[in-house]
């Protein structure tokens, strides 16, 4: 039996018979303000088709292609951005009032003169978060929109499509990366903050926490009518380092179980990435209906793998691998191939995916990278 890449992808994301364990190395481009002056360390350009030539063509790995869809601000909404001092200011204005945050700039801000909604650097540099009241949230909601126009639908269309077409040239699988929850809202109201919102104001987290989920059902629906094989949820920060279980099954247990239906009922497979903090809540994750689990990282201290294997091993796929924290920083390929061995010790061969944890980074040592693929051809 010999599959295409996109065969084995969703067949060992089933959990049915693949010719081998699939090999999928999540890469992360890392755009230069992130890279801090190091060096470019992959062998090709920062594109899919660079990418997938060199991937699929020069190392016979199973790529996935990735792609989202945005937000559209609806009628009536605008935004400005200013510096005062060293202050950065961004104000949106929508029919529901002002949406107003503002972040210290230093030499550790890489967005420019702007405030995004999800980066990382924002909660490090708040001095006023995005999201503090309930009507900061009715604001969000008029921005926070999937597609709606006929212009906005025909360049996803043309986007959608684009992606297809180089999926289907290397026969590889097509990703939608839609849905930030909990992980999103540490950005917004700061980690804290949002961690005390859903004890202290708990209306507010799940007003928020609803316009994402809104946005995501409608985005989901779009990507799989427009041929997405795969939806990646993000649940990076949607775990026990930050949320007790009561919390996190409070605020998103039903909307994820509705999110992973809708995938279900078009015939397409959900994953949901989670780097730690996901022991304590094994259980409750293998209730969500998950194809996959993407990333949890079992060599962190407060990994256990094993644990997954027994609660989730029956239902759920494992995309894993070395880790990115502990393994592929540094020139040690050696301990790359023993951590390759390591996952497939614990998770068989049955329903693994193979990729560095949480992705293969532009600026770790591309002999790491090489080192793992070695190991898997090995034990595959």
């Known amino acids: 039996m010999t599959m295409t890449s996109r065969e084995r992808i969703l067949a060992a994301m089933r959990r049915q018979p693949v010719d081998h364990v699939p090999c999928a190395p999540l890469m992360n481009f890392q755009p230069e303000d992130q890279r801090w002056g190091k060096r470019w360390q992959f062998p090709f350009g920062p594109s899919d088709r660079e990418t997938l030539d060199y991937m699929v063509g020069e190392l016979g790995v199973d790529q996935i292609v990735q792609t989202g869809i945005g937000h559209y601000p609806g009628p009536g909404v605008s935004a400005r951005v200013w510096m005062d001092d060293d202050i950065i200011h961004k104000t949106w204005t929508t029919p529901a009032g002002e949406l107003h945050a503002a972040v210290r700039h230093d030499e550790h801000w890489l967005p420019g003169l702007d405030v995004p909604f999800f980066h990382d650097y924002n ?20 921005i926070l929109r999937p597609p709606s126009r006929d212009d906005e639908l025909a360049r996803l269309r043309f986007q959608f499509a684009e992606t297809r077409k180089l999926a289907d040239r290397y026969q590889v699988a097509l990703c939608a990366y839609i849905g930030m929850g909990l992980t999103g809202a540490v950005n917004m109201f700061g980690p804290d903050a949002a961690a005390m919102a859903c004890l202290a104001e708990p209306d507010v987290m799940d007003a928020y926490l609803e316009v994402d989920h809104q946005f995501n059902l409608k985005a ?142 532009a600026v770790f040592p591309w002999e790491n990278v090489l080192a793992m693929i070695d190991a898997w051809k090995r034990w595959r």
Request: charged share 20%; aromatic share 10%; proline share 6%.
């Open 123 to 142: 909660p490090s540099h708040f001095v006023e978060p995005w999201i503090k009241t309930m009507q900061d949230v009715e604001c969000l909601g008029h």
């Open 220 to 361: 989901m629906e779009l990507a799989l009518d427009l041929g997405a094989d795969i939806i990646r949820r993000n649940g990076f920060y949607e775990s026990c380092d930050l949320y007790s279980p009561d919390v996190l099954d409070r605020f998103l247990g039903a909307r994820l179980r509705r999110e992973a239906a809708l995938t279900h009922s078009a015939g397409r497979l959900f994953g949901y990435t989670i780097l730690s903090g996901y022991a304590p809540i094994a259980g409750w994750l293998a209730t969500l209906g998950l194809d996959s689990l993407l990333c949890p990282d079992i060599f962190l201290r407060d990994g256990n793998g094993p644990a997954l294997v027994e609660v989730l091993g029956e239902t759920a796929s494992f995309w894993t691998g070395p880790s990115d924290t502990i393994h592929m920083p540094y020139e040690r390929p050696d301990e790359v191939r023993q951590a390759v061995r390591k996952v497939f010790e614990v998770f068989g061969k049955a329903g693994l995916i193979l990729t560095p944890v949480s992705s293969a980074k």
